[in-house]
Antibody, heavy 120, light 107 residues
Protein backbone atom coordinates (compact mmCIF):
# COMPACT_ATOMS: atom_id res chain seq x y z
CA UNK A 1 0.00 0.00 0.00
CA UNK A 2 1.57 3.24 -1.17
CA UNK A 3 1.40 6.03 1.40
CA UNK A 4 2.60 9.63 1.27
CA UNK A 5 2.98 11.91 4.27
CA UNK A 6 3.74 15.63 4.18
CA UNK A 7 5.66 17.32 6.98
CA UNK A 8 7.00 20.78 7.71
CA UNK A 9 6.22 24.03 9.50
CA UNK A 10 2.59 25.08 9.60
CA UNK A 11 3.45 28.76 9.88
CA UNK A 12 5.89 30.70 7.71
CA UNK A 13 6.63 34.42 7.82
CA UNK A 14 6.20 36.61 4.74
CA UNK A 15 9.31 36.82 2.52
CA UNK A 16 10.73 33.61 4.00
CA UNK A 17 11.04 30.17 2.40
CA UNK A 18 8.41 27.48 2.79
CA UNK A 19 9.94 24.00 3.11
CA UNK A 20 8.00 20.74 3.06
CA UNK A 21 8.97 17.09 2.81
CA UNK A 22 6.94 14.15 1.55
CA UNK A 23 7.87 10.75 2.95
CA UNK A 24 6.86 7.82 0.77
CA UNK A 25 6.23 4.31 2.10
CA UNK A 26 5.14 1.14 0.36
CA UNK A 27 6.99 2.03 -2.83
CA UNK A 28 10.59 2.93 -3.70
CA UNK A 29 10.86 6.35 -5.32
CA UNK A 30 13.92 5.15 -7.26
CA UNK A 31 11.76 2.53 -9.03
CA UNK A 32 10.00 5.14 -11.11
CA UNK A 33 6.93 7.39 -11.28
CA UNK A 34 6.73 11.15 -11.03
CA UNK A 35 6.29 12.81 -7.65
CA UNK A 36 4.44 16.07 -7.42
CA UNK A 37 3.26 18.92 -5.24
CA UNK A 38 -0.22 20.42 -5.52
CA UNK A 39 -1.72 23.13 -3.34
CA UNK A 40 -5.21 24.31 -2.47
CA UNK A 41 -5.91 27.72 -0.86
CA UNK A 42 -8.68 27.56 1.74
CA UNK A 43 -12.05 27.23 0.01
CA UNK A 44 -10.52 27.28 -3.47
CA UNK A 45 -9.40 24.92 -6.22
CA UNK A 46 -6.27 22.91 -6.90
CA UNK A 47 -3.02 24.27 -8.34
CA UNK A 48 -0.13 22.13 -9.58
CA UNK A 49 3.19 23.41 -8.26
CA UNK A 50 5.62 21.00 -9.88
CA UNK A 51 6.83 17.43 -10.24
CA UNK A 52 10.08 15.50 -10.12
CA UNK A 53 11.09 12.19 -11.69
CA UNK A 54 13.09 9.68 -9.66
CA UNK A 55 16.13 10.57 -11.77
CA UNK A 56 15.90 14.16 -10.58
CA UNK A 57 14.35 15.78 -13.66
CA UNK A 58 12.04 18.58 -12.59
CA UNK A 59 8.97 20.22 -14.09
CA UNK A 60 7.45 23.41 -12.68
CA UNK A 61 4.33 25.51 -13.04
CA UNK A 62 5.50 28.54 -15.03
CA UNK A 63 3.67 30.89 -12.69
CA UNK A 64 5.72 29.65 -9.73
CA UNK A 65 8.91 28.52 -11.43
CA UNK A 66 11.07 31.42 -10.27
CA UNK A 67 10.34 30.59 -6.62
CA UNK A 68 10.10 26.79 -6.58
CA UNK A 69 12.66 24.05 -6.06
CA UNK A 70 11.70 20.38 -5.86
CA UNK A 71 14.32 17.79 -4.96
CA UNK A 72 14.39 14.06 -4.29
CA UNK A 73 16.34 12.00 -1.75
CA UNK A 74 16.13 8.37 -2.84
CA UNK A 75 18.18 7.20 0.17
CA UNK A 76 15.43 8.46 2.48
CA UNK A 77 12.63 7.68 0.01
CA UNK A 78 11.33 11.22 0.16
CA UNK A 79 11.06 14.36 -1.90
CA UNK A 80 10.90 18.00 -0.91
CA UNK A 81 9.46 21.37 -1.85
CA UNK A 82 10.97 24.79 -1.29
CA UNK A 83 8.98 27.92 -2.14
CA UNK A 84 10.80 31.19 -1.61
CA UNK A 85 9.64 34.74 -0.94
CA UNK A 86 6.24 33.65 0.30
CA UNK A 87 3.27 35.97 0.75
CA UNK A 88 -0.20 35.52 2.18
CA UNK A 89 -1.28 34.29 -1.26
CA UNK A 90 0.81 31.15 -0.65
CA UNK A 91 -1.36 30.14 2.31
CA UNK A 92 -2.82 26.78 1.33
CA UNK A 93 -3.09 23.09 2.03
CA UNK A 94 -0.08 21.52 0.32
CA UNK A 95 -0.42 17.98 -1.01
CA UNK A 96 2.22 15.62 -2.31
CA UNK A 97 1.14 13.00 -4.83
CA UNK A 98 2.32 10.34 -7.30
CA UNK A 99 1.74 10.34 -11.05
CA UNK A 100 2.80 8.23 -14.02
CA UNK A 101 2.83 8.45 -17.76
CA UNK A 102 0.79 5.24 -17.87
CA UNK A 103 -1.98 7.14 -16.12
CA UNK A 104 -1.59 10.07 -18.52
CA UNK A 105 0.03 11.97 -15.65
CA UNK A 106 -2.94 11.67 -13.35
CA UNK A 107 -2.19 11.61 -9.63
CA UNK A 108 -3.19 8.24 -8.16
CA UNK A 109 -1.86 8.45 -4.61
CA UNK A 110 -2.02 11.55 -2.43
CA UNK A 111 -0.84 12.57 0.99
CA UNK A 112 -3.40 13.83 3.49
CA UNK A 113 -2.22 17.41 3.00
CA UNK A 114 -0.68 19.94 5.36
CA UNK A 115 -1.90 23.47 5.95
CA UNK A 116 0.74 26.15 5.65
CA UNK A 117 -0.17 29.65 6.77
CA UNK A 118 1.91 32.64 5.77
CA UNK A 119 1.66 35.28 8.46
CA UNK A 120 3.89 37.43 10.60
CA UNK B 1 -1.51 28.00 -20.14
CA UNK B 2 -4.37 25.62 -20.88
CA UNK B 3 -7.47 26.79 -19.02
CA UNK B 4 -9.93 24.14 -17.86
CA UNK B 5 -13.52 25.32 -17.43
CA UNK B 6 -15.98 23.14 -15.53
CA UNK B 7 -19.73 23.46 -15.66
CA UNK B 8 -21.95 23.87 -13.88
CA UNK B 9 -20.33 25.33 -10.78
CA UNK B 10 -22.96 23.63 -8.64
CA UNK B 11 -25.21 20.73 -9.60
CA UNK B 12 -28.19 19.69 -7.52
CA UNK B 13 -29.33 16.10 -8.09
CA UNK B 14 -31.47 13.64 -6.15
CA UNK B 15 -30.04 10.33 -4.95
CA UNK B 16 -30.56 7.59 -7.52
CA UNK B 17 -30.58 10.01 -10.43
CA UNK B 18 -27.88 10.59 -13.05
CA UNK B 19 -25.36 13.42 -12.83
CA UNK B 20 -23.47 14.81 -15.80
CA UNK B 21 -20.48 17.10 -15.22
CA UNK B 22 -18.63 18.90 -18.00
CA UNK B 23 -15.05 20.04 -18.48
CA UNK B 24 -13.78 22.08 -21.41
CA UNK B 25 -10.15 22.75 -22.31
CA UNK B 26 -9.00 25.98 -23.97
CA UNK B 27 -7.00 23.86 -26.42
CA UNK B 28 -6.75 20.19 -27.23
CA UNK B 29 -5.34 17.94 -24.50
CA UNK B 30 -5.96 14.74 -26.46
CA UNK B 31 -7.07 12.15 -23.88
CA UNK B 32 -4.78 13.43 -21.13
CA UNK B 33 -7.68 14.21 -18.82
CA UNK B 34 -8.39 13.01 -15.30
CA UNK B 35 -11.30 13.40 -12.90
CA UNK B 36 -11.05 13.60 -9.11
CA UNK B 37 -13.53 13.56 -6.25
CA UNK B 38 -12.82 15.61 -3.14
CA UNK B 39 -14.74 15.54 0.12
CA UNK B 40 -14.32 18.13 2.89
CA UNK B 41 -11.06 17.77 4.76
CA UNK B 42 -9.79 15.03 2.44
CA UNK B 43 -7.30 14.80 -0.38
CA UNK B 44 -8.66 14.39 -3.90
CA UNK B 45 -9.31 10.83 -5.05
CA UNK B 46 -8.57 9.77 -8.62
CA UNK B 47 -11.69 8.52 -10.40
CA UNK B 48 -10.88 8.54 -14.10
CA UNK B 49 -7.67 8.87 -16.12
CA UNK B 50 -7.03 8.92 -19.85
CA UNK B 51 -10.47 10.57 -20.15
CA UNK B 52 -12.37 7.28 -19.84
CA UNK B 53 -10.49 4.67 -17.78
CA UNK B 54 -11.67 4.09 -14.25
CA UNK B 55 -8.95 4.06 -11.60
CA UNK B 56 -8.49 1.02 -9.39
CA UNK B 57 -11.44 0.41 -7.09
CA UNK B 58 -13.73 3.01 -8.63
CA UNK B 59 -17.34 1.81 -9.00
CA UNK B 60 -18.77 1.24 -12.46
CA UNK B 61 -21.39 3.97 -11.96
CA UNK B 62 -18.60 6.48 -12.68
CA UNK B 63 -17.78 6.90 -16.36
CA UNK B 64 -15.80 9.40 -18.36
CA UNK B 65 -15.92 10.34 -22.02
CA UNK B 66 -14.55 12.86 -24.49
CA UNK B 67 -11.30 13.84 -26.14
CA UNK B 68 -9.67 16.97 -27.44
CA UNK B 69 -11.40 19.84 -25.67
CA UNK B 70 -14.74 18.47 -24.43
CA UNK B 71 -15.04 15.97 -21.59
CA UNK B 72 -17.83 14.56 -19.46
CA UNK B 73 -18.01 12.73 -16.16
CA UNK B 74 -21.23 10.79 -15.65
CA UNK B 75 -22.40 9.25 -12.41
CA UNK B 76 -25.20 6.90 -13.40
CA UNK B 77 -27.10 6.50 -10.13
CA UNK B 78 -26.05 8.83 -7.35
CA UNK B 79 -25.29 7.36 -3.96
CA UNK B 80 -25.12 9.42 -0.77
CA UNK B 81 -21.33 9.15 -0.71
CA UNK B 82 -21.04 10.72 -4.18
CA UNK B 83 -21.99 14.21 -3.06
CA UNK B 84 -18.69 16.07 -3.15
CA UNK B 85 -16.63 18.43 -5.31
CA UNK B 86 -15.29 17.11 -8.61
CA UNK B 87 -12.24 18.42 -10.45
CA UNK B 88 -10.90 17.75 -13.91
CA UNK B 89 -7.16 17.93 -14.59
CA UNK B 90 -5.25 18.00 -17.87
CA UNK B 91 -1.69 17.20 -18.81
CA UNK B 92 -0.05 18.70 -21.89
CA UNK B 93 3.71 18.76 -22.38
CA UNK B 94 4.42 19.18 -18.70
CA UNK B 95 1.82 21.80 -18.11
CA UNK B 96 -0.75 20.54 -15.63
CA UNK B 97 -3.88 22.52 -14.79
CA UNK B 98 -7.10 21.81 -12.93
CA UNK B 99 -10.61 23.02 -13.47
CA UNK B 100 -12.23 25.18 -10.80
CA UNK B 101 -14.47 22.34 -9.65
CA UNK B 102 -18.14 21.36 -9.71
CA UNK B 103 -19.93 20.98 -6.41
CA UNK B 104 -22.44 18.11 -6.54
CA UNK B 105 -25.08 18.62 -3.90
CA UNK B 106 -28.17 16.77 -2.78
CA UNK B 107 -31.41 18.07 -4.23
Amino acid sequence: QVQLQESGPGLVKPSETLSLTCAVSGYSISSGYYWGWIRQPPGKGLEWIGSIYHSGSTYYNPSLKSRVTISVDTSKNQFSLKLSSVTAADTAVYYCARASQWLRHAFDYWGQGTLVTVSS
Amino acid sequence: EIVMTQSPATLSVSPGERATLSCRASQSVSSNLAWYQQKPGQAPRLLIYGASTRATGIPARFSGSGSGTEFTLTISSLQSEDFAVYYCQQYNNWQITFGQGTRLEIK
